[in-house]
């Protein structure tokens, strides 16, 4: 067994108090890495990185600046990448730019600074060369017209917690993305989601809890942790018929491909 959580927040507060056994729960449960992403906005979180990197040397982290946290840049969106290109020169664990993107559900931002944000974050990321980690929620059209104009498939693109239904995995497919599934694919009426796990071909897949968020079934409502990470991998490979082992391996073969870790 070789399974990867590929988006968790554990250097949040939520996980303070007891980081060493949420990680020994997820290595017993098979996870021999995580990305763990991190705020740029978020200097205790940057710091209780040191923490997690020093417990668990399977983790490595992707930064950015999150469309909820888009407004404190509002006077000047090129200075979101730029804390995001000063978090990144110390945290030498860094291997993605993000979660960064668009939220037209919550709007906590104007969406003109969600989008100029997203932006200069893009172009950052192409700068430093590394793979973006998307957070789209219902802005699938602006999505991805940014993505394309600011060339952003000229590395690796992941839409994380991706809840499209077909169509937009289609598209998102076409346009070379990785999609990232996360808990919701395990809820009994996430029909569409399901169906979208069936088509995604194993080496576009990845698989992630975005803890503390989201957790599955029979955890929902409580806080997730990655070792649910194995419930969700177990989901999707009744739905496509293969093995666990088998979506396990191939999500992180997929996770090593891209993130190099
Ligand atoms: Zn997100
Ligand atoms: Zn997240």
């Known amino acids: 067994m070789d399974l990867v959580d590929s988006h968790c927040h554990i250097a949040g507060p939520e996980f303070v108090n007891d980081l060493d056994d949420v990680i020994a ?5 098979g996870l021999t890495r995580a990305l763990v992403i991190l705020a740029a906005d ?3 979180e940057l710091d209780q ?4 990197a020093s417990r668990w040397s399977g983790v490595r982290f992707s930064i950015g600046v999150h469309p909820h946290a888009a407004g ?43 989008q100029a944000v997203f932006r200069s974050q893009i172009g950052l990321a192409r700068e430093r060369r590394l793979p973006i980690v998307i957070h789209t929620r219902e802005a699938d059209d602006d999505t991805f017209r940014i993505l ?3 060339k952003a ?11 499209g239904d077909r ?47 989201l957790a599955p079934p029979p955890h929902r409502g409580k806080r997730n942790e990655p070792a649910h990470v194995s419930r969700v ?15 396990a391996f191939a999500t992180a073969e997929n996770f090593v491909r891209i993130f190099a870790p």
């Open 49 to 52: 990185a040191n923490t997690v």
């Open 233 to 247: 991998a177990e989901v999707i490979a009744e739905l496509k018929g293969v093995s666990h082992d088998e979506v």
């Open 153 to 163: 498939s000229d590395g690796p693109v992941i839409l994380h917690c991706f809840t």
């Open 72 to 114: 404190k840049f509002s006077t000047e969106p090129a200075a979101a990448a730029r804390a995001v290109s000063a978090a990144i020169d110390v945290q030498p664990l860094t291997r993605g730019l993000g979660e960064i993107g668009l939220d037209y559900h919550y709007d906590f931002s104007p969406r003109d600074v969600q």
């Open 42 to 44: 978020d200097q205790p």
């Open 25 to 29: 729960l997820a290595i017993a449960a």
């Open 167 to 213: 169509g937009v995995a289609r598209r998102a497919l076409d346009a070379g993305y990785y999609l990232s599934l996360a808990g919701i694919v395990t809820f009994p009426r996430a029909l569409e989601l399901q169906e979208v796990a069936r088509l995604v071909p194993l080496n576009r897949l990845l698989v992630e809890t975005d803890s503390p968020y």
């Open 148 to 150: 394309a104009e600011e």
